[in-house]
């Protein structure tokens, strides 16, 4: 299985650490964030990773050289342009579609227990992309259809904002998750981006996309633990529940 890390972002929530340091660098439990993504994902079958690269990238680079994972990791590189989540992976088509098979993509700075191969095994056959989505509460939240979990649009709940291409879309009929930075994806999704500029951030792509083609989310099961380690504030938190996961 093919997987690629978003380790490309500049950090900005956790500065002053990134202001010398890439994100996927940023240590917790002794360890950068990129290796504990690594392992998790090796764990979970990935037997090709691409990482990509812009903030520091020749910190991420050398850092791989000297820590092999024993299979092969590709370099997605970003340094001249940070392309946003969308554009950073259309930037890694020719790694991720060749084979066919879909493929896992993780933000290099969530740390979980979750069962990804149950993840992967629970996508929908007809899914283009499959969101790893949990209950946490937040701000923004994707909206589905409660019975199929295809996705239908997202809202800002403390503006009232909404964004669906369903004109209609009554919030209150939808379920509303957040997501994770977890998705499986088809490379089905590729040709689906040639008219998009360069840099786009996914969500946006898919939130365009999804009256055509099923997106559909998978609740993560509420015993797991999973952490966004992308503020300064929640390091803390992530060490203490990253001493717990290592248990």
């Known amino acids: 299985m093919k997987a690629m890390i978003f380790a490309a972002g500049l950090g900005t929530r956790l500065r002053p650490v990134t202001d010398s340091l890439p994100k996927a660098l940023v240590p917790v439990c002794g360890e950068p964030l990129l290796s504990h993504v690594i392992r998790k994902l090796i764990a979970s079958g990935a037997d090709?990773?691409?990482v990509n690269v812009h903030h520091f990238p020749d910190l991420i680079i050398d850092w791989l050289s000297k820590h092999p994972s024993g299979i092969p990791v590709h370099i997605s590189d970003e340094r001249e342009q940070l392309l946003e989540t969308g554009?950073?992976?259309r930037h890694a088509r020719a790694l991720l579609e060749s084979g066919g098979a879909p493929f896992?993509?993780?933000n290099v700075d969530?740390?979980?227990d979750l069962d990804l191969g149950a993840f992967m095994a629970a996508a929908p056959?007809?899914?283009?992309?499959?969101l790893l989505v949990s209950q946490r509460q937040t701000r923004r939240y994707l909206l589905f259809e409660p019975s199929s979990l295809r996705l239908m649009g997202w809202t800002d709940i403390s503006t009232g904002e909404v964004r669906s291409p369903w004109p209609s879309l009554d919030p209150s009929r939808c379920r509303r998750l957040a997501f994770s930075g977890i998705h499986y994806v088809s490379p089905?999704?590729?040709p689906l981006m040639d008219s998009w500029p360069e840099r786009f951030p996914i969500m946006d792509f898919y939130l365009s996309i999804c009256r055509e083609h099923p997106i559909y989310g998978v609740v993560a099961p509420p015993e797991r633990t999973l952490v966004d380690v992308g503020k300064i504030d929640t390091?803390?938190?992530a060490e203490a529940i990253c001493r717990r996961l290592l248990q």
Do not use: K
């Open 87 to 89: 554009g950073g992976l």
């Open 110 to 112: 969530i740390l979980s």
């Open 125 to 130: 056959s007809d899914a283009l992309s499959t």
């Open 104 to 106: 896992l993509v993780h």
């Open 235 to 237: 390091l803390a938190e």
């Open 48 to 50: 090709d990773l691409t």
């Open 188 to 190: 089905a999704i590729f």
